[in-house]
C-alpha cells in the first residue's frame, strides 16, 4: 500500500477498485502509530475512521453514489470545529471541550465523504508560527526532528508531509498554513479573504483568518478549494465565487503572464540558499514565458508591527470569553470571588497567549490607541492601496514564503521580536485579503524552501494555475522519515 | 516607552495572573517596543478603509433552534442553574 500518494491519486485508485478505503485507512493509522511519537503531529486519532472507511467500500460495492473523497483520510488542526469530537486549539483551557457543531469546511468535506483521521497540533490558538507554544508539547520537523515544523498549523503539514494523512485543513492568520507548508514541504494555501467559510473555525482574528488546506500538490488543493470553497450564511464575510471549478485548466501554464519580485521580501535578513531558490524560482517562470521584475510595496516593513498589533487587539477580545464558566476546564468556583475566580481560571492560558492578550488590553486602550492599533489600520489600509496598484501591473506576485530556513526548536522561542519577522513574507497577505500560496521549491542542507506566489483577490484560479507551474519545474527528493 | 506600572495594569485588566512577572513585562515591552517602527510610516494623513456589507446581504434575522441543549456544556451548569462564583459589592 502506498500511502505517499497524492490525493486525486488516491480517488483514481479506489474508484478503480485498486485500493479499498478500509485498507488505506488502517495502513495510515499504522503509520501515525509508528511515526507520531517522534513527530507529535495528532493531538487526538479518530479510532472510528477504519468503520467509517468501511462503510464507505459497502456503498461503493454496493453502487450507491459515493462524495467525490471516497473515504480520504484528512487532518484538521485542532481549531476547527467537529461535531462530537474534541477541539482543544491546542490549550489547556480546552483541554476537554467537545465540540457542539460542525464547522462549515467540515460540513462540506463530510458531505464528499472525507474521513477526518484524527486533529492535529498547533500552537495555543494558534499564535505561533513554529508550534512550539501548543500546551501539549511542539511536533516536529520530518526533515530534521530537531527543527520545528513551523505553525501555526504544524500538525496538519507534518501529518501530510510525513504521509500521516493525504491532507490537511489548517487556518492561516499570518502564514500559517504557508509557514509550516514551506518548513515541512507541502503545499500551504490561504485563499481569498471570505473565499472558506470561518464558521467553526475558533476565533483568533477575525478580520484576516481563513481556513486553508495543506496538501502534497497544487492539484490536491484545488480538489479540497472545490470542496470547502462558497458562500456561507453562517458567515457573512463569505463571497460568491460562483462555484469556480479551481481545477479545470489548471495546467494552462504562464506565458505572458506579468510577476513582481517583491523587493522588500528578498532584501535584509534573508537566507542566501533561500534567496538563491527564490531567484531560481524566477528563472524557472520566465522559462515558462512569464516575465518577472521588481516591485516595490513600501509598507511591508511596517506590515508585521501592523499585523501584530491587529491579531493582538482582536485576539484579547475574542479570547475574553475563556472565564472558564462558558468555557474552559475543571476547576470549582467554591471560594472565590467573580474577577478572582476568572483570573486564577486563566493561568490555564500559556505563555504566549497570555502576552498577545496583554498587548491586546494595550495597543487598543485610551491614550495608545492612536499611537498603536489605528496606526497599524493605517498601514493595514495604505499597504492594500499599494498591493492593489502592484496588480494593475502585475498578474502576480512572488517572493519567499519564509526569508529563512527551518530552524530548531528551541532556537528563537526566547527572543519574541526575531520570532515575529519570521512572519515578514506572509503577513501582507492577510492584512489585505489576497490569495498567497507556498509551494514546496528545494531541498537546501537537508531542509525545505518554499515559494510564495499572491494574486489578487478571487484571482484564486490564476494563482493555483501559477503554482501548478512552477511545481511541474521541480522534481523533490522525499521526506527522510 | 511602556512602563512595568502600565503592563501590570494591562494584566488586571486583561483578567490575566502571572507568577514570572519580570520575565512578561520584559518580553511583553519588548515586543510593544518593536512596534514603536508604526511611527515611522508617514501614515497619519491615511484613511482607514473598512469593508462594507449591505444590511440586505446579511441573512434574514430569526431563531432558528439548536438541536442539542448547549446549556448542558457547561461545566457548572446543575440542571437548572449555572454556579458561578460570588460577584464582590
Not at chain 1, 526569508?403 to 506572509?426: A, Q, Y
Request: a negative charge; one cysteine or more.
Amino acid at each position: 500500500m502506498n500511502l505517499k500518494i497524492s490525493a486525486l491519486e488516491y480517488v483514481q485508485e479506489v474508484k478503480n477498485g485498486n485500493i479499498s478505503s478500509e485498507d488505506f485507512m488502517a495502513k495510515t493509522l499504522e503509520r501515525i502509530s509508528d511515526v507520531d511519537d517522534k513527530l507529535h503531529a495528532f493531538l487526538s486519532v479518530n479510532e472510528d475512521a477504519v468503520d467509517q472507511a468501511h462503510e464507505i467500500d459497502k456503498k461503493i460495492k454496493s453502487g450507491v453514489k459515493v462524495g467525490s473523497c471516497f473515504g480520504m483520510p484528512i487532518s484538521i488542526k485542532d481549531n476547527i470545529c467537529i461535531k462530537n469530537s474534541k477541539t482543544t486549539c491546542a490549550s489547556k483551557m480546552l483541554e476537554n471541550f467537545i465540540a457542539p457543531y460542525d464547522a462549515t469546511a467540515i460540513t462540506k468535506l463530510k458531505e464528499q465523504d472525507a474521513i477526518f483521521v484524527g486533529k492535529v497540533n498547533l500552537d495555543e490558538f494558534a499564535m505561533g508560527l513554529t508550534t512550539e507554544f501548543s500546551a501539549f508539547g511542539p511536533s516536529k520537523n520530518p526533515w530534521n526532528i530537531e527543527y520545528v515544523p513551523g505553525g501555526s498549523s504544524g500538525g496538519s503539514a507534518v501529518s501530510v508531509s510525513a504521509f500521516e494523512c493525504i491532507a490537511s485543513l489548517g487556518s492561516d492568520t499570518g502564514g500559517s498554513v504557508r509557514n509550516p507548508g514551506s518548513f515541512c514541504s507541502t503545499v500551504g494555501y490561504k485563499p481569498t479573504y471570505g473565499l472558506i467559510s470561518r464558521y467553526g473555525l475558533i476565533s483568533y482574528a477575525n478580520s484576516i483568518e481563513q481556513i486553508g488546506p495543506l496538501t502534497r500538490t497544487v492539484k490536491d488543493t484545488a480538489f479540497i478549494l472545490n470542496i470547502i470553497s462558497g458562500l456561507d450564511e453562517n458567515d457573512n464575510t463569505t463571497i460568491d465565487n460562483k462555484n469556480t471549478n479551481y481545477l479545470s485548466d489548471i495546467d494552462v501554464g504562464i506565458e505572458g503572464k506579468k510577476i513582481g519580485i517583491i523587493k522588500e521580501m528578498i532584501g535584509d535578513g534573508i537566507d542566501p540558499s533561500v534567496l538563491s531558490a527564490t531567484k531560481d524560482a524566477i528563472s524557472k517562470l520566465e522559462s515558462l514565458g512569464a516575465t518577472c521584475e521588481e516591485v516595490s510595496l513600501n509598507m511591508v516593513k511596517y506590515s508585521v508591527a501592523a499585523y501584530y498589533t491587529i491579531t493582538a487587539t482582536e485576539a484579547g477580545s475574542n479570547l475574553a470569553r475563556y472565564d472558564n464558566i462558558r468555557y474552559g476546564y475543571d476547576f470549582p468556583v467554591e471560594g472565590y470571588e467573580f474577577n478572582s475566580y476568572i483570573s486564577k481560571a486563566r493561568r490555564n492560558f500559556g505563555p504566549e497567549v497570555k502576552r498577545r492578550m496583554m498587548i491586546g488590553g494595550f495597543v487598543p486602550s485610551a491614550g495608545h490607541a492612536g499611537k498603536y492599533f489605528l496606526k497599524a489600520m493605517k498601514v493595514k489600509s495604505k499597504l492594500t492601496k499599494e498591493i492593489n496598484e502592484a496588480f494593475k501591473k502585475f498578474d502576480l506576485l512572488i517572493s519567499p514564503t519564509v526569508p529563512i530556513l527551518p530552524f530548531k526548536i528551541g532556537e528563537k522561542i526566547d527572543d519574541p521580536v526575531s520570532l515575529f519577522l519570521v512572519d515578514i513574507n506572509t503577513v501582507t497577505a492577510n492584512l489585505t485579503g489576497k490569495p498567497a500560496i507556498s509551494i514546496p521549491f528545494a531541498i537546501t542542507n537537508g531542509l525545505p524552501v518554499g515559494i510564495q506566489l499572491m494574486a489578487d483577490s478571487m484571482n484564486d484560479k490564476l494563482l493555483l494555475q501559477a503554482a501548478y507551474a512552477l511545481e511541474n519545474t521541480v522534481t523533490l527528493p522525499e521526506v527522510p522519515i | 516607552m511602556v512602563t512595568q506600572e502600565e503592563i501590570t495594569r494591562v494584566s488586571k485588566l486583561m483578567k490575566i495572573e502571572i507568577d514570572d512577572h519580570r520575565e512578561y513585562v520584559d518580553k511583553v515591552k519588548k515586543m510593544i517596543g518593536y512596534f514603536d517602527v508604526l511611527d515611522s510610516a508617514g501614515v497619519e494623513s491615511e484613511e482607514i478603509s473598512m469593508p462594507e456589507i449591505q444590511i440586505s446581504s446579511l441573512r434574514e434575522d430569526k431563531h432558528i433552534p439548536f438541536s442539542d441543549k448547549l446549556i448542558e456544556k457547561i461545566n457548572h451548569y446543575k440542571g437548572t442553574y449555572i454556579h458561578a462564583p460570588k460577584m464582590s459589592s
